[in-house]
């Protein structure tokens, strides 16, 4: 709680708090604030065009952000935030360039964890009105699901005003369903744990459920990649790391990184299994992932992903 309460007074005085969501570890700034907002892309090595997502602590808060919302852009806040959801909406005068990378849309979410509600909460008091946080990773690599990841991660590039906020593991693991809410109909970019069935079934609205008609924000193909070689296909040989579903047996002589029951489980996982990898100094990786739809497909994008880096 006091823990929090420094963390918020650390963002107001513009330096950065990596903090947990349901999903992953974000990295956060004052979202207003370019000085503190440049940190972040220093830490991350992360390319300036590339816009970072606005966390705020209501859906109340949206039209601070944003402009000309969507009816069903509405709708999706109040069924799915808090949660993993971030809506691509049109910006409003204070989504600026330093967090938008100059595009006229603004990524806006309601994070669904304890910790990050308390921190918007805390921050809101002083004044702030939004953290603009990308996941707390080196860019390109894997993202963080614990405090201790975050600090191998990019504990050395963080200054001792900066702050890594402590708290209860992600129940989600990967990524927000990323939805672009600027046309007439919505459309996924990333795809994640509120899946297009969920969103379909919500908004009784037609969305592509084809993998081929979802577009992956971000133009870098490779992403999510520990530096282990990820391989979708192919026997698992003695040495590799193996990550699937605990109904696959394990091969002889390979070492399991993980056994999730379900798809639920291999979200949750995944992201531990990949860097256990690089610490156990693997060279490869053969991931064997899940079949079907709902989070699966987001599972099988992150892994496509990490296979190619
Ligand atoms: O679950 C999450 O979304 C986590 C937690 C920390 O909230 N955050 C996260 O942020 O994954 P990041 O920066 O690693 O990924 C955000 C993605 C990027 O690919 C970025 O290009 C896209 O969201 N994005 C953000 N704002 C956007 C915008 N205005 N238009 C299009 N894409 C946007
Ligand atoms: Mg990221």
Redo the contacts with the bound molecule.
């Keep these: 709680m006091e823990k929090i309460k420094s963390a918020a007074e650390a963002l107001v005085k513009g330096n950065l708090v990596a903090f947990p969501?349901e999903?992953?570890?974000?990295l956060g700034a004052d979202a207003e604030n370019a000085d503190a907002v440049a940190k972040i892309y220093k830490v991350k090595q992360r390319p300036s065009d590339?816009?970072?997502?606005v966390?705020i602590s209501s859906s109340e808060e949206i039209s601070q952000w944003a402009i000309d919302i969507p009816e069903y852009a509405r709708e999706l806040a109040k069924a799915f935030w808090p949660g993993?959801m971030?809506l691509?909406l049109k910006g409003s005068d204070i989504a600026k360039d330093f967090i938008?990378?100059g595009?006229p849309?603004?990524?806006l979410?309601v994070?669904d964890h304890p910790t990050a509600l308390e921190l918007l909460r805390e921050f809101q008091k002083l004044g702030g009105r939004g953290i603009s946080?990308?996941?707390a990773n080196r860019f390109g690599k894997v993202?963080t699901t614990s405090a201790e990841d975050v600090r191998d991660e990019i504990g050395a590039e963080l200054s001792d005003q900066d702050i890594i906020l402590d708290g209860e593991t992600p129940r989600v693991g990967i990524?927000?369903t990323?939805i672009d809410c600027t046309k007439s109909f919505p459309a996924i970019?990333?795809p994640?744990a509120i899946t297009p069935e969920m969103i379909h079934d919500q908004l009784r609205l037609e969305l592509g459920t084809d993998e081929k008609d979802i577009r992956v924000?971000?133009s870098h193909k490779s992403h999510y990649a520990p530096a282990a070689k990820v391989v979708l296909e192919g026997e698992a040989k003695p040495g590799d790391g193996f990550i699937a579903l605990s109904s696959i047996p394990t091969p002889s002589g390979v070492v399991r990184l993980c056994s999730p029951e379900d798809v639920y489980e291999y979200a949750k996982e995944l992201y531990a299994a990949l860097r256990k990898a690089d610490q156990l100094g693997l060279a490869r990786v053969v991931a064997i992932p899940p079949e079907g739809e709902g989070i699966a497909l987001a599972i099988r994008d992150r892994l496509e992903r990490a296979s190619r880096g």
């Design positions: 969501t999903t992953v570890w974000g590339h816009p970072l997502i966390h993993p971030t691509i938008t990378g595009q849309t603004v990524g979410r994070p946080a990308p996941s993202s990524e927000s990323i970019l990333r994640g924000s971000g």
